[in-house]
């Protein structure tokens, strides 16, 4: 059990970019994959990118070219930076931790954090 604190969330106009951040303990950061998961207003909540603990990366098809996950071993801190915003990638992002598949996938999700606004107007 540990916990996942994020920041960065905004508004910003479309083109734009940002970073989010989430930090979490070493006993977490260190053993399993993380990523971010995103919920549109009157939508399900889907998947967007992952990192696993070796630095493998996957990113949806939807951002891939635009957004850019990473990880800091030095902080505990996983990092995405979204870069030429569209005003569909509006919603609230949730930092998440869990084991990954073989396909680079979360098999399952064990940790969340508490979401972050990000808002991209046209």
């Known amino acids: 059990q540990g916990q996942l604190v994020e920041s960065g969330g905004g508004l910003v106009q479309a083109g734009g970019s940002l970073r989010l951040s989430c930090a979490t303990s070493?006993?977490?950061?260190?053993?399993?994959?993380m990523g971010w998961w995103r919920q549109a207003p009157g939508k399900e909540r889907e998947w967007v990118a992952l990192?696993?603990?070796?630095?493998?990366?996957n990113l949806a098809d939807s951002v891939k070219g635009r957004f850019t996950i990473s990880r800091d071993r030095t902080k505990n801190t996983v990092y995405l930076e979204m870069n030429t915003l569209k005003p569909e990638d509006t919603g609230v992002y949730y930092c998440?931790?869990?084991?990954?598949?073989?396909?680079?996938?979360?098999?399952?999700?064990?940790?969340w954090g508490q979401g972050t606004q990000v808002t991209v107007s046209s």
């Open positions: 998440a931790s869990g084991p990954a598949t073989r396909e680079e996938k979360f098999a399952t999700v064990e940790y």
């Open positions: 990192i696993t603990s070796s630095g493998r990366t």
């Open positions: 070493g006993s977490i950061f260190n053993i399993n994959a």
